[in-house]
């Protein structure tokens, strides 16, 4: 890594007239400011791609070099060493030529005079393409003001929506920036550390880039709480000899197990990084003890029935928690990660966590949508996983054509970035994935919107419920539909996910004017029998304060 950092995000024009006075330009005698790492790159390159796509991306370098030429970054350097940078990470991920050549000009369009069709000419446009959709997302301003931050919650989608790569571009570009975000002035770390927290390493979750998603979380969290973070580390590291002792113990204690039973598997203690003990501190009210006093084990194994039979190893050496037990390769997350959890009481009573998956399932777990690259020669396993991922995106693009105006998209956007899921049975047996909290009302949606429009209770189990009733997992739902039947506004009050509301909401906007009074008034007259007016009808005059009132 680099000893010095951070880009000076040339945003504004006057520091980008700042960046490239002059007095920054070397002499035409000096060598080219990134040679060593483009060298580097290409050397790395040289694993997977052809030379023909390794002199493309040569040229590039060359056609940013010169782009950039005079720039440098607030550290110092010479700017062309962060887009060097960039590519870099993306090649440990084996991205395609493409995407390392938009990664080496992907600052070009938005910092230099470079346009967009000269990229075209020089590249192809499938370059271009992606260039301009971080780009994009690059110019994106993140503002306190909601309504603003909506906007660009939506512009980010669509940029991003169009080509996945675009994503892993930007998110490269973060995590280098994060990685040097020392350079920069206190606020400006802030506020980069805050908005990578908020929006890029939920992103980097959702697409189950973990190894990301915990470095993007652990800087985040360093600057924007830097004391907090001193202290977490600190007391980590005072406890670190006393819990590694009882780690390997434990470890030893599985592996002797798992020989006797004549299973192979590899054993490995898990770390909690400081940023998730920081958040279960806070959110559950934990003491550090409580939280940093769990360990965690992962066992990686050849094949998906040697999971099972670890698992059982595992439960009859150490008792299991009730409850605690997840088959996540039964029934995948999302964002395609498999593995089988358990918590058990280990020596001394104390909680341990473990996770049992094969290797295929452990890449996805590290590098998530990246292992369609990564492994792209690898059994067709992986090969569902990016395409859970891309159905999401999908379904936000849809929600955002839907939404009205940014708020309701921010909204949805939200609820699919954060909650964790539950997993329902349809009458035919096939599983629906719903977010926590998700009703009755959600899974209709989630069937079929001419289901959910037409809805008017639902079974679970068997048994009639409100339609308000939040879904478990495991539960059998069943919807019972009508024809006559339209959505009730009611259901804005409960329903969770963003595909619910937004049909909702659009059939709503779409009724016409007297049937929306009508409702309105109805509406208003079991409100006010709710507060205890026998009769539902007020005065003009009262109507008319309400509505002031409301507004
Ligand atoms: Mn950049």
Known sequence: MTTQPTSRRARSKPNHAESSSPTNRRDVADPPAGGFLINDLCEKLGDYLDSQQIADVYRAYVFGEEAHEGQLRR?????????????????????????????????????????????????????????DGVSNISQIKFKTKEEEQAENFRKMFLAMGRDIRVILIKLADRLHNMRTLAALVRDRQREIARETLEIYAPIANR?????????LEDLGFMYLYPMRHRILEEAVRKRHGNRKAIVEKIRKAIIQQLSQEELEGEVTGREKNLYRIYRKMRQKCLSFDQVYDVYGYRIVVDKVDTCYRVLGVIHNLYMPIPGRFKDYIAIPKANGYQSLHTVVFGPFGVPVEIQTRTEDMHRVAEVGVGSHWLYKSGDSSDAQMPQRTLHWLKDLLDIQQKAGNPREFLENLKV????????????????????????????????????????IGAKINHELVPSRTTLRNGNHVEVIT??????????????????????IRNFLKNQKHE??????????????QGVGFESPKIREAQKKTLLKKLE
């Open 75 to 131: 550290s110092g350097e010479p700017y062309i060493h962060h887009p060097l940078e960039v590519a870099r990470i993306l090649a440990g991920m084996r991205l395609d030529a493409q995407s390392i050549t938009a990664a080496i000009l992907h600052d070009v369009i938005e910092d230099t005079e470079a346009a967009k069709e000269h990229l075209v000419k020089d590249f192809g446009k499938e370059v271009a393409e992606l260039v």
């Open 207 to 215: 697409l189950g880039m973990r190894q990301w998603y915990y470095e």
């Open 416 to 455: 699919d970035l954060f909650s964790d899921e539950v997993y329902v049975f349809t009458p035919k047996g096939e599983i629906k994935k719903l977010p926590q909290g998700a009703t009755t009302i959600d899974f209709a949606y989630a069937v079929h919107t001419h289901v959910g429009n037409h809805c």
């Open 482 to 503: 009508a024809e006559w039947a339209s959505p009730n506004p009611v259901w804005l009050d409960f329903v969770v996910t963003g595909k619910a509301r937004a049909h």
């Open 515 to 528: 049937e929306a009074e009508s409702l309105g008034e109805r509406l208003l007259a079991k409100a006010l």
